[in-house]
C-alpha cells in the first residue's frame, strides 16, 4: 500500500536513464547518487543498473541517510565482466548476485539512492535505468559524489515530456 499524500490518490511518475562515465586517464571509481528532497517519499517501482565490463569492477547499491551512511544493500554484483541488475528479478533467489528483493521500497525523506562501480577505465560507464513514483512533483537530484578520477554525468535519455507524469494510485 502506497502512503497517501497530500492530494490524497494522485503521485507523480518519475522515469530516467543516465549514463555516468570516466573520463580520468587513470580510471576510478564510478558513483552515482539518486537523492529525494524534504518532504518527499519514492516508490521504486523498478530499476536498471548496468556497469563497467572490466573483470575488476564490483557494483553495489545501496539506500543511504541523510549524512550518506548506509542503512540499506539492495543489490552487489562481484567483481566480473559482466556487470548488470535489475529490479524486479522475477524468479532470482536471494543469493544470487544480480538480485535485488525490493518491490515497492518506499525511500524516506532525505534519503538517497546510490550505485557504486568500484572500478572503471577511462571512458568506461554506469548506467542507471529508474522508474519511481514520487509523492511530490520534484524530480530527484542526480550527483557523483563519491566517485574517484574524473566523472561525467549526462543529462537523461528520457524525454521531458515524458520525465514527469501525475498518476492517480
Known sequence: MIPRN???NVWWLYQGRRVNTQT?????A???NISFPAGQVARL????ICGPAQAGSATTIG?????VAECGLLGYVGATASVFVTLPSIGGAPAHSNYMNSMGLLLGPGESLGVTASAADNTQTL?????LLLSTPVEPTWGTTGSGGTPSLAASTISAANTLQAVVV
Open 6 to 8: 497530500e492530494n490524497k
Open 24 to 28: 580520468a586517464g587513470a580510471g576510478g
Open 30 to 32: 564510478l558513483r552515482t
Open 45 to 48: 517501482l523498478h530499476m536498471k
Open 63 to 67: 539506500i543511504y541517510d541523510e549524512d
Open 127 to 131: 548506467t542507471i535505468g529508474i522508474v
